[in-house]
């Protein structure tokens, strides 16, 4: 009898996600689903039993602008699995107005770049005793956007901030989620745990739900057949299961063929990504540390 492959993902109930989960049921995963609401993850079960009958699906429930949900999750999903072959860091934010958590970070840099950073850290001695496993974040090709970087401000920034500043800001914590796994990948590198991040495109899901003229722009795309999500959902899907990207530790991939990009250039530097690495361990340590009281 076939093992099914532990494959634990946050962000599976809307967009990408969903249809990422969908795929890898169909394929034969056994799911672990870090998730916000019990209501949509219950609606998201029986859309997987449709598809994939007799699928497990493990639900765990957490918001991930919390540091100290994401920690409780993260331990959670190591305790209940003996392996977790790939963890999928998928859920991410557009947040068109600035929004402070109560552990006083900004609301967008928590969801996009911390979350992932926790979840990941406190599964990483599981992830390498279930060598050969995967690590796949998705981040975007919006960062192009920055063009230079202070990490204090990176890290630290709650001022508010508008429609349009807000790109600026989503494009800063889609860099930092790609610096983050190539900093991991050079820290993994020999232990058989492969670490990737791709851009998924311009897909018409709910990210941008915030705006008011968003769901009819999202109709009307998807009439005309732009920002299919399915070449997004597959990008993801591919990194975490096709053989051909088992070994590969570093990439950062586009939707269409899984074409090489490469990390902007204002956060390229091995240093620079290692540096944030330190200071992101700092301010999680100080947030800790401000809970615990």
């Known amino acids: 009898m076939t093992t099914r492959p532990v494959i634990v993902m946050t962000g599976a109930t809307n967009g990408l996600g969903r249809l990422a989960a969908l795929e890898l049921a169909r394929g034969g995963a056994h799911l672990g689903l870090v998730v916000r609401s019990e209501q949509k993850a219950a609606a998201l079960r029986q859309e997987i039993e449709q598809v994939a009958p007799g699928t497990p ?10 540091i100290a ?10 305790a209940r699995y003996p392996r977790i072959d790939v963890l999928v860091n998928n859920a991410g934010i557009h947040a068109f107005s600035q929004r402070v958590t109560p552990e006083g970070l900004a609301e967008m840099t928590a969801v996009n770049y911390l979350a992932p950073w926790v979840l990941t850290d406190v599964l990483r001695a599981k ?13 975007s090709r919006a960062s192009r956007q920055v063009t ?3 990490l204090d401000l990176a890290l630290g920034d709650i001022s508010d901030y508008g429609r349009r500043e807000s790109s600026r800001r989503y494009a800063l914590s889609k860099l930092l989620a790609i610096m983050f796994t190539e900093e991991l990948a050079r820290q993994l ?20 739900r915030e705006l008011p003229f968003a769901s009819l722009l999202e109709k009307a795309l998807t009439r005309l057949g732009v920002g299919d999500p399915r ?3 597959g ?10 990207f088992s070994a590969g530790t570093g990439g950062y991939f586009a939707a269409r063929d899984a074409e090489p990009l490469r990390c902007p250039a204002a956060g390229s530097d091995p240093k620079v990504q290692r540096a944030l690495w330190e200071a992101t361990g700092d301010l999680l340590l100080d947030v800790r540390r401000t809970a615990a009281g």
């Open 231 to 233: 070449h997004g959902a």
């Open 57 to 66: 699906v493990d639900v765990f429930l957490a918001d991930l602008s919390s």
């Open 189 to 208: 590198a020999g232990t058989g745990v492969a670490v990737m991040c791709c851009c998924p495109g311009f897909n018409t899901t709910g990210l941008g």
């Open 235 to 244: 990008i993801i899907v591919r990194l975490a299961t096709d053989p051909a």
């Open 69 to 78: 949900e994401v920690q409780r999750a993260g331990e959670q999903i190591d």
């Open 148 to 150: 230079s970087l202070d």
């Open 127 to 139: 992830l390498i005793a279930s060598a050969p496993a995967r690590v796949v974040t998705v981040t």
